[in-house]
């Protein structure tokens, strides 16, 4: 058998220092990725459990005036869907003015390149 030479040698103990770093930076990556997922659902357990705050507490209405709110938001709702269709036709028509002008501009130049 040969003897490996001195610079084989060196060369083998570097790679093998390169890969052993490389491993031990990956298992504290692993380390911080548990540590952040068990903060996580740490947060998460104390938010479930947290009680309702005054920000998040919602007054209760009457019937009436959610009845009341509620034909009004029906209303403007059926007004603003007949605004937009009132305006999508405006579009399309309008896109096939643009269509119809272009048309025709192309007609006319191939009219006259063909004299």
């Given at each position: 058998?040969?003897?490996?030479?001195?610079?084989?040698?060196?060369?083998?103990?570097?790679?093998?220092?390169?890969?052993?770093?490389?491993?031990?930076?990956?298992?504290?990556?692993?380390?911080?990725?548990?540590?952040?997922?068990?903060?996580?659902?740490?947060?998460?357990?104390?938010?479930?459990?947290?009680?309702?705050?005054?920000?998040?507490?919602?007054?209760?209405?009457?019937?009436?005036?959610?009845?009341?709110?509620?034909?009004?938001?029906a209303e403007i709702s059926k007004r603003e869907k007949?605004?937009?269709?009132?305006?999508?036709?405006?579009?399309?028509?309008?896109?096939?003015?643009?269509?119809?002008?272009?048309?025709?501009?192309?007609?006319?130049?191939?009219k006259n390149k063909g004299k």
């Open positions: 058998m040969a003897k490996a030479s001195k610079s084989e040698v060196s060369s083998d103990e570097a790679y093998s220092s390169e890969e052993e770093a490389q491993v031990n930076d990956q298992v504290n990556v692993e380390e911080d990725d548990d540590k952040e997922l068990q903060a996580v659902a740490r947060s998460a357990d104390s938010d479930e459990e947290a009680p309702a705050s005054d920000d998040e507490v919602v007054p209760v209405e009457d019937d009436a005036d959610e009845d009341e709110a509620d034909n009004k938001k007949a605004r937009l269709r009132e305006m999508q036709k405006l579009k399309k028509k309008k896109i096939q003015d643009i269509l119809d002008a272009q048309n025709a501009s192309i007609d006319a130049d191939m």
